[in-house]
């Protein structure tokens, strides 16, 4: 009998979810056995801190300390945490077939019902500022925490709505609270959001070979798409950045904006090309949306 393999998680409920979804998926299509070992990492302690630690990429690097130091075989994580510029030692081994792409309000009544002035809470700038181009009215404010403690916001009356992914709510099973999910016109996702990214170290072969059993070549092009615009633009995961991609397996469909945080202004452009050429097609889309200004946007953020 082989071992289980280990997979490294962080503790929170969205952590843990996600990682036995593709736990229960590689067991089922390999035969391989998973067991998932939490983790607590250096951000999950010092939450408070968590901007000035560089985001979520602090809760990323420590899981890949785990996998260098040999404590687990492999981790899970949300694609859009994930930094675009790739780490040598770790092999991004799969990429899961994507969950629902798109944002959801979680409130009581569809983002155009709600009266002006009502308090919208999101921490994410693409979100306020495509929220602002819906409804100037609203008053947006910034939260942090994990999904259970925001949504907690909106059952206790201090806040009358958040948006959140609707992948997230969904394995957290909290998706029947959802009131509205914007359609990717209206509101752009992150890129990579709804994907999982499965990572283990770059030397481990047979490994690599055994996960891919759960890689979605489909969304993976997308995703190459999308994260390609980020790093071309130079930008992370709390820039105003949003982007999305789909196809057949063969043509690839790109949308990217990147909007001003008062959601005034903003650059959006759109390509389409063979899904061979993703991470070129994501590189082009974003130099011509700096060449419109995409860049001065951005830069205002840090002001
Ligand atoms: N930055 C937190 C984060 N990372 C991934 C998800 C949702 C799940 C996903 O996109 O795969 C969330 C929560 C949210 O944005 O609502």
Redesign the pocket.
């Known amino acids: 009998m082989t071992v289980p393999l280990r997979l490294g998680t962080r503790k929170s409920l969205?952590a843990t979810s996600?990682s036995q979804i593709v736990a229960d998926r590689l067991t089922a299509l390999t035969g391989r056995e998973v067991e998932l070992v939490g983790v607590t990492t250096f951000g999950d302690v010092s939450r408070a801190h968590l901007t000035q630690l560089g985001?979520?990429g602090v809760f990323v690097n420590d899981l890949r300390g785990r996998l260098l130091a040999g404590e687990v075989d492999f981790a899970v994580h949300?694609?859009?945490?994930l930094p675009t510029k790739p780490d040598e030692r770790i092999a991004m081994a799969a990429i899961t077939r994507r969950?629902d792409?798109r944002?959801a309000l979680v409130g009581p009544v569809k983002l155009r019902d709600l009266p002006a002035g009502a308090r919208v809470g999101t921490g994410?700038p693409r979100r306020v500022a495509q929220l602002r181009l819906l409804r100037p009215d609203l008053d947006y404010v910034p939260i942090r925490g994990n999904?259970d403690t925001?949504i907690g916001k909106v059952t206790s009356g201090e806040l009358d709505a958040i948006?959140?992914?609707a992948?997230?709510?969904a394995?957290i099973r909290r998706d029947g609270e959802i009131a509205q999910v914007f359609e990717v016109d209206e509101m752009l996702?992150?890129p990579?959001?709804?994907?999982?990214a499965v990572e283990c170290l770059a030397d481990r072969d047979d490994l690599i070979e055994l996960l891919r059993a759960v890689d979605d070549p489909p969304t993976r092009a997308a995703v190459d798409a999308e994260r390609s615009v980020l790093a071309a633009l130079e930008a992370g995961?709390a820039a105003p950045v949003g982007a999305f991609a789909s196809g057949d397996g063969h043509i690839l469909n790109l949308t990217a904006t990147v909007v001003a945080v008062d959601g005034a202004r903003s650059v959006r452009k759109s390509a389409s090309g063979p899904s061979t050429t993703a991470v070129e097609m994501g590189r082009e889309l974003a130099a011509a949306m700096i060449a419109e200004g995409a860049d001065t946007l951005m830069g205002e953020q840090a002001h």
Do not use: E, I, N, Y
């Open positions: 969205m996600q985001g979520t949300s694609l859009k945490d969950d792409p944002d994410s999904a925001r948006v959140l992914a992948a997230g709510l394995r996702p992150a990579g959001q709804g994907a999982l995961c």
